[in-house]
C-alpha cells in the first residue's frame, strides 16, 4: 500500500527487485464501493460498509451457528 502518486515508483522498485507488483485498487470513503474484475467481468461490487459488517460479524455468527448445530 502507498501514496497515489507513489504508485508508479513502488512498483517499479519491485521490479527491480524481482518481485511482482501491481495497481489493484485505492482506498476511499466507507460510502464507497469495493470493484473487483477478473476476466473482464465484474466478480465484486458491493458497498464498503456491507463489507465491513460481514468481516466484523463472521466470527461471532460462526460460533451461533456452530453452537446451534
Known amino acids: ?3 497515489a502518486d507513489r504508485a508508479e515508483a513502488v512498483i517499479a522498485a519491485a ?3 524481482g518481485v511482482p507488483a ?3 485498487g485505492s482506498v ?3 460510502s464507497a464501493h469495493v470493484t473487483v474484475k477478473a476476466g ?3 466478480v ?3 458497498p464498503v ?3 465491513h459488517e460481514v468481516w466484523s ?3 461471532p455468527r460462526l460460533m451461533e451457528r456452530t453452537a446451534a448445530e
Open 49 to 51: 460498509a456491507s463489507l
Open 40 to 42: 473482464g467481468r465484474t
Open 28 to 30: 476511499g470513503e466507507r
Open 1 to 3: 500500500s502507498c501514496a
Open 44 to 46: 465484486i461490487d458491493l
Open 57 to 59: 460479524t463472521a466470527i
Open 15 to 17: 521490479g527491480r527487485a
Open 22 to 24: 501491481s495497481h489493484i
